[in-house]
């Protein structure tokens, strides 16, 4: 969607064909009934609407609405309560109150090497042990809570400072800061929009395209220095 956003066809035909291609894909973030994606999208639409137009991202939002709308009914029960009631009491959906034990043991284990981390592929282990030492009283105080042993902390904030320490986290930030910033020198903003998206994704969830969050680090010093490469020598970049 963002691609088709920044990078409009001249052949009206094609750019027609792109528009419907982001209704289907605005079709499948409804239909993935994950709260994550709803307020990732949501964050890029207002990036979108600050840098671009509102009178555009209004479109963008309509077309969201209008689908949503549209396939809300065909949803199963149990999908449709959850859409609601993540709207409705977000502090009471039951996405919030499963993260909150892994959350508690992420905060604990940053206090206890906040500089360089532990790594992320070790939360299964940490987390292995704290469930399986606490099983009884997380059951009965999460009695909603998923028995199962979790990859991550389910928060990209609490996920890199974990994984890599405060050192890891700053050199994070600076590989986006420095996407963005050749992306607004294109005028495309393309790394702002996804940016924006993930700030608000990554409060639930870690992972996107990558099972231990590596993508976080390497694509957007990759997205940078392509676009930089590409300008510079255009011919070897498509080569």
């Known amino acids: 969607i963002f691609c088709l956003l920044c990078f409009p066809h001249p052949n009206r035909t094609v750019r027609n064909t792109g528009y419907g291609l982001m209704a289907i894909l605005s079709a499948m973030i409804v239909l993935s009934v994950g709260s994550s994606s709803y307020l990732g999208m949501a964050s890029a639409i207002l990036a979108f609407a600050v840098m671009r137009s509102w009178k555009k ?13 549209a396939l809300f009914p065909f949803m199963p029960d149990s999908e449709q309560e959850r859409i609601v009631s993540a709207f409705q009491t977000p502090l009471n959906d039951r996405t919030f109150k499963n993260r909150l034990p ?40 999460n009695p909603d809570m998923d028995l199962r042993y979790f990859r991550h902390p389910h928060s990209i904030y609490l996920a890199t400072i974990y994984g890599w320490g405060i050192a890891g986290t700053a050199l994070l930030a600076a590989c986006w800061a420095m996407a963005v910033r050749y992306g607004r020198q294109q005028e495309h903003h393309l790394m702002l929009y996804v940016t924006a998206f993930m700030l608000a994704f990554g409060l639930f969830e870690v992972r996107f395209l990558s099972r231990d969050g590596a993508f976080f680090l390497f694509f957007p010093i990759g997205m940078a220095f392509t676009q930089c490469l590409f300008v510079r020598h255009p011919l070897t970049a498509i080569s």
């Open 102 to 141: 892994i959350w508690g043991l992420a905060y604990q284990k940053i206090t206890e090497a906040p500089i360089f981390g532990h790594g992320l592929r070790t939360f299964k282990t940490h987390y292995q042990e704290y469930f399986d030492k606490n099983h009884e009283s997380l059951k009965a105080e």
């Open 57 to 69: 991202a209004m479109v963008s939002i309509l077309v969201l609405l209008t689908v949503g709308c």
